[in-house]
């Protein structure tokens, strides 16, 4: 580039994303080509604008249309948490890395979408849209889409980690054991014999309260999984009123 001089300086939740010179302390300098948008400039230094919070150029809060002029000192905030998605009701759509995340937040009754077959990036963003649904994604590129409704990058690879992650930033309404965690379709109270055919006889003879997916069929139970599974859900819960 041989352009305007701008300095740019970014929040410490965005350092990972761009180069050392750029998470130091203080503004750092960048030379742009005087026609690009400070959005595109953001995201050319690493930073997927699904990360952004506010933009403040001297002072000044402006959109991710402006287009920097020389001297102008900028300061790339991150998304303000919870972070507030409007438009749609909170769901999420996951990329085929994240399913045991997908199943933490439909156990916690969170209507996350997922397939462990990997439809591509194009289709995941032209879902995000159609089903105006929040791409969680560690996929940098992915997040960068312009045709995804909304988006957010996953910051650990740790189940544990991304649940709380998700949780704090987005603070979805929680409904422990309302979704099946296979398929994410609504659990309704089943009667024993209504299921029988689905159980082994060692589970119809040890149990007796059961529910059973409305879109798949899936039965569910309180099983040997059930205490783990209760811890996840109390823990999640008091998180959430901390």
Not at 37 to 54: A, D, F, K, N
Not at 64 to 69: E, K
Not at 177 to 197: F, I, Q, Y
Not at 228 to 235: D, F, M, N
Request: glycine residues 8%; contains cysteine; negative net charge.
């Amino acid at each position: 580039m041989n352009g305007p001089e701008i300095h740019v300086s970014f929040a410490p939740a965005l350092h990972l994303f761009v180069a050392s010179e750029y998470s130091a302390a203080g503004p750092a300098p960048v030379v742009t080509d005087g026609s690009s948008t400070l959005g595109h400039v953001v995201e050319s230094l690493g930073v997927p604008l699904t990360e952004v919070g506010r933009l403040v150029v001297d002072g000044t809060e402006v959109a991710v249309s402006h287009v920097p002029g020389a001297g102008e000192n900028i300061e790339v905030r991150a998304v303000e948490r919870p972070q507030q998605i409007p438009g749609a009701p909170l769901r999420f759509l996951l990329d085929v890395h994240l399913g045991t995340l997908a199943r933490r937040l439909r156990l916690l009754g969170v209507d996350a979408a997922y397939t462990n077959e990997d439809p591509g990036d194009a289709a995941l963003a032209a879902l995000s849209a159609k089903e105006q649904r929040v791409l969680l994604s560690r996929d940098r590129g992915l997040l960068r889409r312009r045709e995804i409704w909304a988006g957010a990058f996953v910051y650990s690879d740790r189940p544990d980690d991304q649940l709380r992650d998700v949780l704090g930033r987005f603070a979805p309404t929680l409904a422990p054991w309302t979704r099946c965690t296979a398929c994410n379709g609504r659990l309704a109270d089943a009667d024993k014999n209504s299921v029988r055919e689905h159980l082994e006889h060692g589970t119809q003879r040890t149990y007796d309260v059961f529910a059973q997916c409305t879109a798949c069929g899936r039965v569910y139970w309180r099983g040997a999984h059930h205490a783990r599974l209760e811890a996840i859900v109390e823990k999640a819960l008091r998180d959430s009123t901390a």
